[in-house]
């Protein structure tokens, strides 16, 4: 079967009839799905659109009292999430409204509209029928208040630059290039100006920008974090281009109606490649709390607060461990090296730092610190302390002596009691407080395998870590397939509220390397001076492995769990052994990472217990420059990869269902024919129209 289906056609009518088809939410027509309804008949068709008055693409609009709009439709209907699937392109200063009026809608402009510009308010998903609350997607209202409807399109993809997957729901600015200024030194458009046009991507990251004019664009996309159509540095995620892009002359795409997700697709002419710029973080101590006795924390609006002093009136500075929990340092606790009965209830104090003033100037500043603790009982704690109160009680009543049980050991080490143990995963400690006192020498470490029946010691030794000071990692040379006992006296460890620890005994088995998989990676590049950060990751892209430095060469990858696992490639550009992020001002893009991929466009690597993988990585192939067609490929292999598992689940569920005896299980409503002939969301129609727009065979950048 080709992709999409033989249900995938071209169209040849006019562009602006296939878009009202694509994009006016089935004025004429309900695009309804292949599915088989289980369990009686149930409505899983959306409202369709039987009136609107003015008529859609209407021109010549008044820009001081614009009508009111009225959206009938062939049911009662209602309105979902309004604040965040409706928006308007331009964007208005104030939303318009929309309400319920019989089986439609009425939209109040309440904005005083600007002459000679095209208007879009896009409803997203926010108009669902009354019964069963099927949303209608993609509902478009577009009118003009000028003679002409701007008609050009755009397309894009917007994607995590560090994960390499798609980012859903990102907002797109156009910007006209001629009424901004040029950046040169630094890009400050983002902030200065108001976008012209914007669109959105879908949870595919594919956006179709509508209603453009045939000129160049600044284009930025930004992940709306919060739903307020605002770019928040440090909070939303941005993507930035290197040029301005002319709709005119862009390469041709395809547009289809995606039926397995309900919106439209196309193929990208862009792409965005997203990352959190953390230049604009304002410094300032935004939060102080103390949520134990002897801990304190302190919360500053950006990373590496230059501190110049802390003082307390009633703690020695001797007795504060000044501990940053973060690696950027933004969050810092304080502990306290005192006896209990030595801290009182409220620390008072001051701190001395560099903090940013009202014009954004780093100047040295002294704030109060007022740190308050009380102590609050918890329902364990109550409900240990009752039923003592009743034991007590029920003693003395019946005239016999209570001796109170001794109370619980406070101190607290989060360690594995039992587990896998192996060259590249080793045994953590991690405390609740500093330690004080760490007598490693009083620690046993004993092995035995089948030859070695008799307990033998063995060599270990303690690493802390570079960033929580209060964990540790114990490693040693562990022996495939032995076992290891681990014994940690009593009093070994104290911290700093001068607790100590009971005794604590451990179990470990070392792993037995026949049970996992081998990876191993040849790498080519033509670029001797280039360096790569290799990561294995799981199927959800969790790392799971990281092997930095990388050049042309060879390299393993041990103890990989059986299952699907990928391989993520960051080109570090500066060598510094780690991902670094855009800078959107000094328009510098995010270092580049990509997913390998074999022959077949597949990503994803099945691997299987005492079996060897060998893997080729070209870095010249994988970092190849991007162009429209490459991106589409990708996405494409992608889709294809994704409806198979899809397909394999589905059959698995209804393999199951049979095995059950369940009659009904035919009718899952997942076939082929729910996948529309399993074409893709990318690259093929899924059950839906397609149309190739644009022209020109510009490259992407």
């Not at 509209?113 to 926010?126: C, E, K, V």
């Not at 290197?242 to 919106?263: A, C, E, K, Q």
């Not at 009182?344 to 100047?363: E, M, R």
């Not at 395998?449 to 040379?477: C, G, K, M, W």
């Amino acid at each position: 079967m080709s992709k999409g289906g033989d249900i995938t056609r071209r169209v040849t009518t006019s562009l602006s009839a296939i878009i009202l088809l694509l994009f006016g939410a089935a004025l004429f027509t309900k695009c309804a799905s292949t599915m088989v309804p289980t369990g009686g008949p149930k409505d899983t068709i959306p409202p369709v659109i039987t009136l609107m008055n003015p008529n859609n693409f209407s021109t010549n609009i008044d820009t001081l009292h614009p009508p009111k709009i009225y959206v009938e439709f062939d049911e009662y209907v209602q309105i979902k999430d309004q604040q965040k699937e409706l928006y308007t392109s331009p964007a208005m200063k104030k939303q318009p409204s929309v309400t319920r009026r019989g089986k439609g809608i009425i939209i109040t402009i309440k904005d005083t509209l600007r002459p000679d510009i095209t208007y879009a308010i896009n409803f997203g998903s926010s108009i669902c029928d009354n019964n069963e609350g099927n949303p209608l997607h993609s509902m478009r209202y577009v009118f003009s208040t000028g003679d002409t409807i701007d008609s050009m399109y755009m397309s894009g993809y917007t994607a995590d630059s560090y994960k390499a997957d798609s980012v859903s729901k990102s907002f797109i600015y156009f910007f006209i290039a001629d009424s901004v200024e040029r950046p040169v030194d630094y890009d400050s458009t983002m902030f200065k100006y108001k976008p012209h046009v914007i669109a959105r991507a879908e949870k595919n990251g594919i956006f179709i920008a509508q209603n453009l004019k045939p000129v160049a664009y600044r284009v930025y996309a930004f992940e709306d974090t919060n739903n307020n159509m605002m770019y928040e540095p440090s909070v939303d995620q941005i993507g930035i281009l290197d040029s301005t892009y002319n709709p005119r002359y862009m390469p041709g795409f395809s547009i289809w109606f995606d039926s397995l997700r309900h919106y439209p697709s196309a193929d990208p002419q862009l792409y965005f490649r997203m990352f959190m710029d953390r230049r604009f973080q304002r410094q300032v101590l935004s939060t102080q709390e103390r949520p134990a006795r002897h801990k304190a924390m302190l919360y500053f609006g950006a990373a590496n607060p230059e501190v110049t002093s802390i003082v307390f009136d009633s703690i020695p500075s001797e007795r504060v461990i000044y501990d940053p929990q973060t690696i950027g340092k933004d969050t810092v606790a304080l502990w306290f090296d005192m006896p209990s009965e030595e801290l009182p209830d409220t620390i008072k104090g001051s701190i001395t730092y560099f903090k940013h003033d009202s014009i954004n100037n780093l100047v040295e500043t002294t704030d109060r610190l007022r740190l308050a603790w009380v102590y609050q009982e918890s329902k364990e704690e109550q409900r240990e302390r009752e039923k003592l109160e009743k034991e007590r009680e029920r003693a003395e009543k019946n005239g016999e002596s209570w001796v109170e049980p001794e109370k619980k050991n406070p101190f607290k080490v989060t360690i594995p009691a039992s587990g896998e143990v192996n060259k590249l995963k080793h045994v953590d400690l991690e405390f609740d407080y500093p330690l004080v006192k760490f007598d490693s020498a009083q620690i046993v470490l004993t092995m035995t395998t089948e030859q070695i029946t008799e307990p033998q010691t063995v060599e270990y030794h303690f690493v802390q870590d570079s960033i929580n000071r209060r964990r540790y990692q114990l490693r040693a040379q562990w022996e495939p397939k032995a076992k290891y006992e681990l014994m940690i006296p009593a009093g070994a460890f104290a911290n700093v509220a001068q607790e100590q620890n009971d005794t604590i005994r451990c179990k470990y088995d070392a792993s037995d390397p026949e049970k996992y998989a081998i990876v191993k990676l040849t790498v080519k590049s033509s670029k001797p001076e280039a360096s790569y950060i290799v990561q294995l990751t799981n199927a959800q892209g969790k790392m799971q492995q990281e092997i930095r430095n990388v050049k042309s060469g060879n390299y393993t990858f041990e103890y990989v769990s059986p299952g699907d696992v990928m391989i993520r490639v960051v080109e570090d550009l500066n060598g510094n052994g780690k991902w670094d992020t855009g800078d959107m001002v000094l328009m510098r893009q995010p270092e580049r990472t990509e997913i390998y991929k074999n022959e077949e466009g597949i990503e994803a690597i099945t691997t299987k217990a005492n079996w060897e993988f060998e893997i080729t990585v070209d870095m010249d192939t994988l970092f190849a420059p991007i162009t429209m067609e490459s991106l589409k490929k990708m996405l494409d292999d992608r889709e294809d990869e994704r409806l198979k598992k899809l397909a394999e689940e589905m059959a698995k569920k209804r393999q199951q269902e049979q095995q059950k005896g369940n009659s009904q299980s035919g009718q899952s409503g997942f076939g082929f024919g729910g996948l529309g002939g399993m074409g893709g969301g990318m690259g093929g129609a899924t059950g839906g129209m397609r149309t190739t727009t644009g022209m020109g065979n510009n490259m992407m950048r």
